[in-house]
């Protein structure tokens, strides 16, 4: 179990690493994105239209799936999750 461990945490500091954006990227990116994204990044008002939309669907998804994981609302006797706790 120590051997898991210790190579989770050297898996983690290796993906930390490769995370962030290299010099070469920095070069290529937006001043908005410049620090964390690798690649070109979005080049016209249409690329930024469509990371506007992708990031308005993540943040409605993210909002109503902490919605229903909190407060799911099914009351009734026969829902298929009582199946499973039971």
Not at 33 to 43: A, E, K, L, S
Not at 69 to 85: R, T
């Amino acid at each position: 179990m120590k051997n898991i461990r210790n190579i989770a945490v050297l898996f983690s500091l290796f993906a930390i690493n490769f995370a962030w954006a290299c010099d070469a990227c920095k070069l290529q990116q937006p001043e908005i994105t410049r620090d964390f994204t690798h690649g070109v990044g979005p080049r016209g008002q249409f690329d930024w239209i469509i990371v506007a939309v992708i990031a308005v669907i993540a943040v409605y998804t993210l909002i109503f799936s902490v919605k229903y994981l909190v407060k799911p609302g099914e009351k009734e006797a026969d829902h298929i999750k009582n199946s499973i706790f039971n």
